[in-house]
């Protein structure tokens, strides 16, 4: 079963707009990450945030952790065509296992 | 490093027959991960192996279903037999850590169909 839920499930904006996307999860957490996904590739991994920070910034991302809600957010400021892709939360569970939620699709209109 | 590298790429087959999906993982990676992707489902890890020992198989969907690693460099999962519910894209994945050291490095998948 899926440890994250992320919302919305998609998302299309305007190029330089800045897109928002949140995560919530079940049980207490290690470290959540957040990956994306382009159509007809793999994962690739955007950042990690662990249980005892709140916020962490890598470039253009933005990832919050709220744990007492269970819940992330990510927000891509300025966003560009090439981010258009699926983002998915993952969390980690017992045992070195990484849930991933149902992603959220993002387009980026030009 | 060339990444976590997988084949195919792509496989078509029909009911009955047998897929063997291979990977091969970043060397020095001690974590490798099995998962699998529909829309209906999402992202489920089917098994996952550490220093090349299976340590969870609970997300193998049914017997018909077995994953392998017999050493470091080199795993496989085979369905045998294969049926129209198992289409889907298998991810494998390699770590050097697992989930609670960091990210994982994902391959590009291998999309099945089976007719």
């Known amino acids: 079963s899926q440890q994250g839920e992320e919302d919305p499930q998609a998302l299309s904006i305007q190029e330089g707009e800045n897109a928002t996307m949140n995560c919530s999860y079940k049980?207490?957490?290690?470290?959540l990450q957040w990956y994306r996904q382009n159509s007809g590739r793999g994962l690739v991994h955007l950042i990690l945030?662990?249980?005892?920070?709140r916020e962490k910034h890598s470039g253009r991302l933005r990832v919050t952790l709220d744990t007492s809600k269970k819940s992330s957010s990510l927000l891509i400021t300025a966003s560009r065509a090439a981010d258009t892709a699926s983002y998915f939360c993952?969390?980690?569970?017992?045992?070195?296992?990484?849930?991933f939620g149902a992603g959220t699709t993002v387009t980026v209109r030009a | 490093d060339a990444g976590v590298i997988q084949s195919p790429r792509h496989e078509v087959t029909e009911m009955g027959q047998e897929v063997t999906l291979r990977c091969k993982p970043i060397?020095?990676?001690?974590?490798l991960f099995w998962y699998r992707q529909t829309m209906m489902r999402g992202l489920e890890l089917l098994i996952y192996?550490?220093?090349?020992?299976?340590?969870?198989d609970s997300g193998m969907p049914e017997d018909r279903f077995s994953a392998k690693m017999p050493n470091a460099s080199f795993s496989t999962l085979k369905i045998q037999p294969s049926e129209p519910r198992d289409s889907a894209v298998y991810f494998c994945?390699?770590?050097?850590?697992?989930?609670?050291?960091?990210?994982?490095?994902f391959g590009e998948g291998s999309r099945l169909t089976v007719l």
């Open positions: 994945a390699s770590s050097p850590q697992g989930a609670l050291g960091g990210e994982l490095f």
């Open positions: 049980t207490s957490i290690n470290n």
């Open positions: 945030i662990r249980s005892n920070e």
């Open positions: 993952a969390s980690d569970m017992v045992d070195y296992k990484l849930s």
């Open positions: 060397s020095g990676h001690d974590y």
């Open positions: 192996f550490n220093n090349n020992v299976p340590i969870d």
